[in-house]
């Protein structure tokens, strides 16, 4: 059996924050299954990071978005957020049910913002300026949660709540960096 770590020790803005708490914590021991589930929801440990998880995650996504990106081009990079989008779903309502439901969001789980950011760099043209463009605008909608994003975060529970307020901020996201995209081009800088 399992050790129970105190709440505080798995909660990053804890002064009693360990992160080893959560790596004690997770069933590694329960074999390829559930450390794949963890793998994904924690997007391959981004999400174990101390300190801004989220951030952490997001840019993780980053290397295998452009690499979806380049070889199967924006709707391709799509068709994955949403393969991604699903499978976090599942995944984390079935984290959420083992784990009795005591965290509805924890801070590891980060598989959502790298749904979010790939739905805000397929928005884009495949240019190194698009990446920098989509990552700061997917941050700033994530942590700011304008309407519905705020909605979605407060109000949504489960596996769904988890995912869907980083897809409505990687929209956002998405229309911030067109926009951008589109002001770049009217000032003669040429971002294709």
């Known amino acids: 059996m399992v050790d129970q770590q105190k709440p505080s020790q798995t909660d990053p803005t804890s002064p009693d924050f360990d992160p080893l708490a959560i790596l004690r914590d997770m069933p590694w021991h329960q074999g390829r299954a559930a450390t794949f589930k963890h793998m994904i929801l924690s997007w391959f440990g981004c999400g174990m990071s101390p300190k801004a998880p989220g951030t952490v995650g997001s840019l993780g996504s980053l290397p295998l978005g452009g690499i979806l990106y380049w070889s199967f081009g924006p709707i391709g990079l799509a068709v994955c957020a949403a393969a991604l989008f699903v499978a976090g779903w599942i995944l984390a309502n079935d984290h959420l049910r083992r784990d009795g439901g005591s965290m509805q969001d924890p801070q590891w789980i980060v598989v959502d913002e790298v749904v979010g950011q790939w739905i805000a ?72």
């Open 121 to 192: 760099l397929a928005a884009l043209p495949f240019h190194p300026a698009s990446f920098v463009i989509a990552f700061a605008f997917f941050r700033l909608f994530d942590i700011a949660k304008p309407w519905p994003v705020s909605w979605a975060d407060r109000r949504v529970g489960g596996g769904l709540g988890i995912m869907l307020d980083d897809v409505l901020a990687g929209l956002y996201a998405a229309i911030g960096g067109i926009g951008t995209i589109h002001g770049l081009r009217e000032l003669g800088i040429n971002v294709q």
